[in-house]
């Protein structure tokens, strides 16, 4: 009895384990406008007439806020141009502030793959002249963050990681499963034959 059963399980195993690949989850699109007003919240921050930020009294409260919408990178960046620590308190470096989307024109929203995607704007002002807005949006830690914009951090090389996964894994685990079964078998075996 304990023999079929074991037969049975084992191969439930492989056929679930050889005829089934893992496929990515579809996650959808990036809410690029969500993360542009989360961004422009944060660099726009109330302050005081020194620029002392009202909100916050340290970088690494501020940090964890920038972690929440981009890669770290890229939120060291924005820490280190846009804000410094003094004496306990963070103030707003006085400059202009991050290029951001313009919603009342167009942009491109293109898929570079189910994980990531490129936003493109093209755009003109007056201290910048003629330029092109470029953002990439990463599907991370079950989340969307912004990977980079305008090329201040590069993206890692390699190209982008493919949208299917191997059922390697799988095969894998029930592999060992039938290892440990087959062990036990042997072992009980073994035990009831002394």
């Known amino acids: 009895m304990l023999k ?12 679930m384990g050889a ?3 893992v496929m990515a989850e579809n996650v959808g699109k990036p809410p690029v406008k969500e993360l542009e007003y989360r961004l422009k919240e944060l660099t726009t921050l109330e302050t005081n007439e020194n620029f002392k930020v009202k909100k916050y009294d340290s970088k690494d409260r501020l940090e964890e806020e920038f972690k929440n919408i981009m890669v ?3 939120a060291d960046y924005y820490l280190d141009h846009y804000f410094e620590e003094k004496n ?10 991050p ?3 313009n919603f009342q024109n167009d942009y491109n929203l293109e898929k570079l793959s189910d994980h990531h995607y490129k936003v ?6 007056q ?12 599907y991370e830690a079950g989340k ?34 039938m290892l440990a079964l087959g062990s036990g078998m042997f072992m009980m075996r073994r035990g009831i034959a002394r």
Do not use: C
């Not at 079929?4 to 056929?15: A, H, N």
């Not at 493109?120 to 002002?125: E, P």
């Open 120 to 125: 493109t704007q093209q755009g003109s002002n």
């Open 4 to 15: 079929k059963l074991i037969s049975i399980i084992t191969g439930l195993i492989v056929v």
């Open 144 to 177: 969307w963050v912004m990977a980079d914009r305008m090329n201040r951090v590069g993206l890692e090389n390699g190209g982008p990681m493919p949208d299917t996964a191997s059922s390697y894994p799988i095969m894998m685990i029930s592999g060992l499963v």
């Open 99 to 101: 290029t951001k989307i």
């Open 72 to 74: 770290w990178p890229l």
């Open 19 to 21: 005829g089934s690949p």
């Open 127 to 138: 201290l910048r002249g003629n330029y092109t807005l470029t953002i990439h949006y990463k």
């Open 88 to 97: 306990n308190n963070v103030y707003i470096i006085p400059t202009e502030g």
